[in-house]
């Protein structure tokens, strides 16, 4: 078999180094001749999401698992649909089909609530950083220290590039997209996320073809990817096998 590559792409206002536990399970769980890669964004200040996709798609290699949390499950999915059958698979972790609440969607963040953090993180950047930290790491099983691993995170983000995905999530509209890959996607998401709602992944099953799933960790609130490492990537790995040895 020739070899794969699975990148990840990472959450708002985070670099790769989150990730990073993450990778290193799925490596263990995968068999030689898959290669997991850690993707940090470019310095993109942008708040268009087709500038972020077709960055990627410039930097990614063809034919690779599209796999991302949060903002970065999100841009996964509009490569993946950008990128038609040159995708390999997609895997999407705590990510919305949209991030605020829109006709038929109600299962999202209000625009209001987004409109509040946006001038809050102008106003206040760590204060709101360590807002966003504390919520990703809500409905986790050691919830202080994983606030304080992505606040620490967080504050390296220049604000401009924040804002500017901020702008992207806030911009990004997926609801009709997982219906339409021919490609297999797997949706995971944390049962106590406080920042995507248990609801979404029920709308979200309901819009998938056949060689789509979703499955929801226990116990585990929005930063699951981090904090349950390898849980997260035993589900991942279990798919990419299966996916690729129906091909």
Known sequence: MSAQTIVLLPGWALGS?????????????LPPGY?????????LTSHRPESWVASLDQALPQDAWLAGWSLGGMLATSLAQWRGRRARGLIALAANASFVTRAG????????????FQRGLRASPTRTFRRFARLSAQGGRDTRRLGRELLAAL???????????????????????PATL?????????????LVPALARHAIAAR??????????????????LERAEETAALMAAFILAADEAV
């Open 35 to 43: 290669r997991v890669e850690c993707i940090d964004y470019l310095a």
């Open 182 to 194: 021919k490609i297999p996607q797997l949706h995971l998401f944390g049962e106590d996320d406080a």
């Open 208 to 225: 998938l073809p056949e060689g789509g799933s979703t499955a929801s960790i226990a116990e585990a609130g929005h930063a699951f990817p």
């Open 155 to 177: 504050e390296t983000t220049p604000l401009d590039q924040a804002l500017a995905g901020l702008g992207v999530l806030s911009a990004l509209d997926l609801r009709d997209v």
């Open 105 to 116: 969607w109600p299962q999202a963040m209000t625009g209001e609530a987004l409109d509040d």
């Open 17 to 29: 180094a989150p990730l990073a536990p993450l990778a290193d399970a799925l490596r263990r769980r």
